[in-house]
Each structure stands twice: as C-alpha cells, then as structure tokens.
C-alpha cells in the first residue's frame, strides 16, 4: 500500500509569511506526528494527531499548529515565519496505540522549508 | 526529554555485523524500544522494535539486557547501504524522543 506522502517537497518563504505543510498518512492510521529536523538541534517532536484531536504536544511556540481532518489527512501550519525555522519538516503516521506491538511510525520523504 | 544515549558514531568493515547499542536507564515498563535509520536527511526508516524480548527481522536483531537498561542492535553483515544514522527511541505515549544517534559509516 502508498507510503506517508507529504506534500509540498521543498518550499521558499520569507520572514513573516505564513506555510502550510500537508500530510496524507498510511490507509488505516489515525495517528500523525509532525517532527522538525534541522542541524543544531536534530530531530524534535512537534506535536501528535489521532482522530482529528491533537494529543501530544512538544515544546514549540504557538506559530506552530496543525490540524486532522475526518480521513486522518494532517496539515501543520508555521505563521509569522522565521528564519530559524527553515529545516526539514517529517511527518509520521502510526495506528496511534502507544505501549503496544502495533505503534510502530512510517515517515514521509519530508518537506524541505527554507526561509529567507 | 532525552531519553536515550549512543556513541556519536562507529566505523565497521562490509561484510562484518555492526553492533550498535544503546542505553535507556529510565525506560518504563510498557515502553517499547524503537530503532530507525536516516540517509541522507530521507525520512527516517524503520528498523526493528522490542519490549523485553530479543527481536530479529530480515533487517536486522534487536538485543535487549533482562534489566531493560539498554540495547544492541545487530546489523549482521554490514554492506556500503548501511551507512546511516541509526537512532534508538524510548516510544513515550506516542512521542518519539530521538536523541543524537549513531553515525555508523560501514568501510570497504
């Protein structure tokens, strides 16, 4: 079945735009994580999504949000851009069941987001 | 929130096993230890995963100690595809804390 496809690939923005990243999980997974990559700090949760509530959360200011819709599909959204947010941004997608065989997350090929 | 420790990276000759390990001194009970490997800044790719038992799949074997305290992981035969950043991750209510890695360069 179709991989975690993330949507779009690489993207440009200025300081103080706004983006939208998409997301379209495995057929069958109700869960999305979102993950920030960049050199200095690595990869960093952003925060969980299972059927359309946000669960977990990590510890990124409130320009980062995101959403879940009905089909599972995520979208993360970065307002007020900065310029250390350029990094690559990875989604995941689980059955969403933590302490359980069945958990394991399959990551996207990510959106590459440069700011400028 | 670091929940894991690794060497920051490890060399290993094609063709010999890589042993990569991994210390998770404050794991609970119902956690589950993943690993996961990254090329070239791609979406991190799944390994293997394990609570108590030792695991092995057509990739790779999972070792973890009785005290659940740490972890190998066993790449039996390195190839030059296998160089990577493999990651070791406590899987806390969903959150996948991923630490720093190891940066295993397999050798010719």
């Known amino acids: 079945k179709a991989g975690v496809t993330q949507t779009p690939r690489y993207l440009i923005k200025t300081r103080g735009q706004q983006v939208t990243l998409s997301c379209s999980p495995i057929?069958?997974?109700?869960?999305v994580s979102w993950y920030q990559q960049t050199p200095g700090q690595g990869l960093q949760f952003l925060f969980e999504y299972f059927s359309e509530t946000q669960r977990n959360k990590g510890n990124f200011p409130g320009r980062f949000s995101g959403r879940q819709f009905s089909n599972s599909r995520s979208e993360m959204n970065v307002s007020t851009l900065e310029l250390g947010d350029s990094a690559l941004y990875l989604c995941?997608?689980?059955?969403?069941?933590?302490?359980?065989?069945?958990?394991?997350?399959?990551f996207g090929a990510g959106t590459r987001l440069s700011v400028l | 929130d670091a929940k894991t420790t690794q060497p920051p990276s490890m060399d290993c000759a094609e063709g010999r096993a890589a042993n990569l390990p991994c210390n998770h001194s404050t794991i609970s009970g119902n956690e589950y230890v993943y690993w996961y490997r990254q090329i070239h800044s791609q979406g991190p790719q799944y390994i293997i995963h394990g609570l108590k038992n030792n695991e092995t799949n057509e990739m790779a074997s999972l070792i973890i100690t009785e005290d659940r305290k740490s972890s190998t992981l066993i790449l039996p035969h390195a190839t030059l595809r296998d160089t990577a950043v493999y990651y070791c991750i406590v899987n806390s209510r969903n959150q996948f804390y991923f630490g720093t890695g190891t940066s295993l360069t397999v050798i010719p």
């Open positions: 057929s069958g997974h109700r869960s």
């Open positions: 995941a997608s689980s059955l969403g069941f933590p302490g359980t065989d069945k958990n394991i997350q399959y």
